[in-house]
């Protein structure tokens, strides 16, 4: 999305902004053909970027002050700005090749993250950083999960456990979870309690679902419960 600039607004819109994302500074005017066939081009690849790079576009006649900072000569005229300066810049229409190899060399190079290396590290930061790469690999989201199982955050496991297809190594992992879950609540007593209850007592099976909501569905007792529950009413 492109920005009209002033010369009130240039500091703001323009130099500030450009200490945290490049700018792409479009002089142009009405009057200008060339102008209004590069002005489309930019507006297109900007945009692109998803917000990467910012396109403010300055009409000369109505902007004298910034016209005469950039001592236009000709129009149309392009430049880039970061940190606050000037780095690179064209003057007249250009092809959408040209206009596109622009504004790529004004993006950040790409950070390639060696997720093979992070799951070899193992330990928490590295696996976390892995998936955040790659937020499906299955073999991260387990290595992750069975390490908050052997600290007993079973339900971050179980949770993470979720987001990706349930295969025998996924399986084994919930097992686990399952199996080292403790639970720091006495539950487990009034849900047995109410449960021999529940057929003929509206009160008790009021009560029993909602300790169940209480509980919710990262506990791992919530599924069984509930079996439980539709077992003992039907």
């Known amino acids: 999305m492109a920005i009209d600039v002033q010369d009130a607004t240039f500091q703001k819109e323009v130099i500030e902004k450009s200490m945290i994302t490049p700018v792409i500074i479009d002089l142009w005017a009405q009057w200008c053909g060339p102008c209004k066939t590069l002005g489309p081009i930019l507006e297109k690849l900007t945009d692109a970027t998803s917000g990467k790079v910012i396109l403010a576009k300055v009409d000369v006649d109505s902007c004298p002050q910034i016209a005469q900072a950039f001592q236009v000569q000709s129009i149309p005229a392009v430049y880039a700005m970061k940190d606050g300066k000037i780095v690179d810049g064209f003057v007249g229409a250009q092809s959408e090749h040209v206009v596109e190899q622009f504004i790529k060399n004004l993006l950040p190079e790409p950070v390639v993250v060696d997720v093979k290396a992070l799951l070899a590290k193992g330990d928490e930061e590295s696996l976390r950083a892995a998936l955040a790469a790659e937020p499906t690999n299955e073999a991260v989201v387990v290595a992750l999960a069975d390490l908050l199982i052997a600290r007993k955050d079973c339900s971050a496991a179980l949770e993470l456990l979720k987001t990706v297809p349930e295969t025998e190594r996924v399986r084994t992992s919930v097992a686990a979870a399952r199996a080292a879950f403790v639970p720091k609540d006495d539950f487990d007593k009034q ?24 509980m919710g569905p990262n506990d791992p007792r919530t599924g069984d419960y509930r079996k439980k529950l539709t077992t003992k009413l039907f």
């Open 191 to 214: 849900l047995t309690d109410l449960l021999v209850r529940v057929k003929t007592d509206e009160d008790a099976k009021r009560e029993f679902l909602e300790l169940l909501d209480k």
